[in-house]
């Protein structure tokens, strides 16, 4: 005996096609045709690793778009605003962690109108002084600076940018007054650094290695949890006595927001295969990075941290955008 056809209530039938309708399609043919992979600030080096080993296991070509304008605004803005189709990727980084949190009006919001899809790799920023500088380790700089307040200067790439917040968070932990020297971009402030018109500043792994092997600049700390393989006879802020000192800068990967959760899926099975592939993370690691790959629940948590993080050393130090 046939049973008889129910109907479901009208609303309930809406709520579910609009539900479907807000995903957008969930195409099994994904991908047929480019991907944009856009960068906004910093090295295009991890976009240009994924998106060569992309385009060679899916077939479509991934093409890299860099939007380096207004500290990741442009680019974050850009992907914010496409299509949620999976067709345009963000190649996301610390910047858009702290502008999060140092923005209040910015024209898109990055925890709501982007999905994190995986976080790629992490570098630690490198805590250098010129020769000059009588000290060979944190302790011997906190003491100078204790001895002679508001004498001593740190560049950074620009206000609010990480190099920044790391000296801002070293001077909250150390409670000493060292200045800081906001310039705008890495290479003017790296310049003033070698020349002994700025004392210290904390520069990416990458940048800061060639510099320290030359002698041109000390290392006296790491601002990561853990040493820097490449420096491995510098230790960590954290173990010269800042426990709770911890910066790293990142790559990731982000997405549109209502982006198909299958699509998401497949770029992250596809990004964390490629990252433990030996010639991916070899080229990772030339560039100073350290290959992880990681689900989406545990970037996006990464990501909360992060901006947890920025927005606790920014409102202690009163830190206003430009």
Do not use: C
Request: aromatic share 6%; no cysteine; charged share 20%.
């Amino acid at each position: 005996m046939l049973r008889p056809f129910r109907r479901l209530p009208l609303a309930a039938t809406l709520a579910s096609v609009l539900a479907l309708l807000a995903a957008g399609p969930a195409r099994a043919d994904y991908p047929d045709k480019p991907i944009r992979l856009i960068v906004g600030p910093g090295p295009d080096i991890l976009a240009r690793i994924i998106g060569e080993k992309l385009t060679a296991a899916w077939g479509q070509p991934v093409v890299v778009d860099q939007r380096p304008a207004a500290g990741g605004v442009v680019a974050g803005d850009s992907v914010a605003k496409a299509a949620p189709d999976g067709y345009t990727l963000l190649l996301s980084t610390g910047s858009y962690t702290v502008n999060s949190a140092l923005r209040a009006k910015a024209p898109y919001d990055f925890q709501r109108d982007l999905t994190p899809v995986s976080l790629m790799a992490t570098l630690p920023f490198i805590l250098v002084v010129h020769p000059s500088v009588p000290v060979k380790g944190v302790k011997d700089l906190v003491a100078l600076a204790q001895s002679q307040p508001g004498k001593l200067n740190y560049a950074s790439s620009g206000n609010g940018t990480p190099s920044h917040l790391s000296g801002e968070m070293l001077k909250q932990m150390a409670k000493v007054d060292i200045v800081h020297v906001a310039y705008k971009g890495a290479a003017p402030a790296l310049t003033d650094v070698l020349g002994g018109q700025v004392q210290l500043s904390f520069l990416p792994a990458p940048t800061a290695l060639p510099l320290v092997k030359s002698g041109k600049l000390h290392a006296i700390g790491v601002s990561s949890p853990k040493r820097y393989a490449a420096l491995p006879d510098v230790p960590t802020i954290a173990e010269q006595g800042y426990p709770d000192f911890s910066v790293v800068g990142w790559n990731g990967i982000h997405v549109p927001a209502r982006t198909p959760a299958p699509v998401i899926d497949k770029l992250n099975r596809e990004i964390a295969a490629i990252l433990k592939q030996p010639e991916a993370r070899e080229k990772a690691a030339g560039a100073g990075f350290e290959a992880v790959g990681s689900s989406r629940e545990e970037f996006e948590a990464f990501v909360k941290a992060d901006i947890a993080k920025a927005t606790a050393v920014i409102k202690a130090g009163n830190i206003q955008p430009d």
